[in-house]
């Protein structure tokens, strides 16, 4: 079965390539690319650091090196710095990672993250979080809950149909994703306009200034796992992308790898928007740049994936954080280059995407 799926993802690629054009030559470049903006990310921001400083005072947590800087720069790196940047990587690769799967088990190029209900849910949570509680903790836990329970609903209910089980879910989906968003929008008619309500709104724009270690870990963790999961069975995708029949005639249990792609990419989503909030286009746009380097072959645009969704969100929030006197919420930027360049992506009218 691998030996059948390897020989297709090939196939893709038989005509010659140019060096600049390898897959492992890409992955490469997106590597370096990454390490690079993540030591160059250290030294943006109102406290500017060079990034000869940065380093060194990386080498001092492992090396007797004698300090030659202030304290305070210390603290700018690995307190405030180094969660957030750690977290927008993982966040754009949780992402893109999700919106790649879930493209491949839908066969559809125009699903994203959000299409069973995750982010509507989590935005609920968080709404309803902030109007009860307020306690920064509190919402990041009801934003996770919430979305992930919002996610069994949609599968529930297609479980309950029948039919074509991957439409019945992909409208159960919709169909509860617009209805926590209507009761999000309850939570800010509610919500104290001059204390609660601003807090939603803010939190529904998406942001990742006020994040530490501390929520990090936790959120980490599951977006690792997921992520890991996913590219352990990242050929298999391409199984469920060929259609149902072609997949269960391979011996695939679809129904059950279905389950394990729709629950290791919820959760994933779910982690990533519980401490960001919710951030669009990410999952939508990066696994389309992915297939315009490496192909529709899961099995190598996963990773190129999960490396550009982290390089992407890395980028924005730089630029949120450094290009005005007051931060820009990262989802208004993820949406405002996001769409732009997904239109320029349709009128290329690009063939073979799944």
């Keep these: 079965m691998t030996t059948q799926i390897d020989t297709k993802c090939e196939d893709s690629t038989k005509k010659p390539v140019s060096f600049w054009k390898k897959t492992p030559t890409i ?24 990034p000869a400083q940065v380093i060194q005072i990386f080498l001092s947590k492992i090396f007797p090196i004698t300090p030659t800087w202030p304290d305070i720069m210390e603290t700018v ?10 977290a927008a990587i993982l966040i754009g690769a949780a992402l893109a990672t999700a919106g790649t799967s879930f493209q491949g088990l839908f066969r559809n190029p125009l699903v ?16 309803m979080a902030i109007v009860i509680s307020g306690n920064p903790a509190v919402i990041q836990i009801s934003a996770f809950g919430v979305a992930i329970a919002a996610v069994a609903t949609s599968w529930l209910i297609s479980s309950r149909v ?6 019945t879910l992909v409208l159960a989906g919709m169909a509860i994703g617009s209805l926590f968003a209507a009761l999000t929008s309850l939570m800010q008619y509610m919500a104290d306009p001059e204390d609660e309500l601003p807090e939603i709104v803010f939190w529904l724009m998406g942001s990742l200034n006020s994040i530490d270690m501390k929520d990090l870990l936790p959120v980490a963790i599951i977006i690792i796992i997921g992520i890991t999961v996913l590219m352990l069975i990242r050929w298999r995708i391409n199984v469920l992308s060929m259609g149902e029949e072609e997949a269960k005639a391979l011996g695939v249990n679809t129904t059950q790898l279905r389950a394990v792609i729709i629950v290791c990419a919820s959760l994933i989503t779910a982690a990533a928007v519980s401490i960001s909030g919710m951030i669009g286009w990410v999952g939508l746009v990066m696994p389309h740049i992915g297939r315009m ?14 490396l550009l969704g982290g390089i992407y969100m890395l980028l ?11 931060e820009i919420p990262i989802g208004i930027l993820t ?4 769409v732009p360049f997904f239109l320029y992506l349709i009128r290329r009218g690009k063939q073979g995407w799944v």
């Design 27 to 50: 992955t490469l470049i997106l590597s370096i690319s990454l390490i690079l903006l993540f030591l160059i990310s250290f030294g943006l921001g109102r406290y500017g650091i060079s």
């Design 77 to 86: 790196i690995f307190n405030i710095r180094l969660p957030r940047i750690l």
């Design 112 to 127: 994203s993250p959000q299409i069973l209900g995750v982010t509507s849910g989590a935005g609920f949570g968080a709404a």
């Design 162 to 167: 029948r039919g074509n089980q991957t439409l």
């Design 293 to 306: 380097l490496v192909g529709p072959c899961n099995k190598k645009l996963l990773p190129v994936s999960a």
């Design 316 to 326: 924005i929030d730089n630029i949120c954080r450094t290009i005005l006197a007051v």
């Design 335 to 338: 949406a405002i280059i996001g």
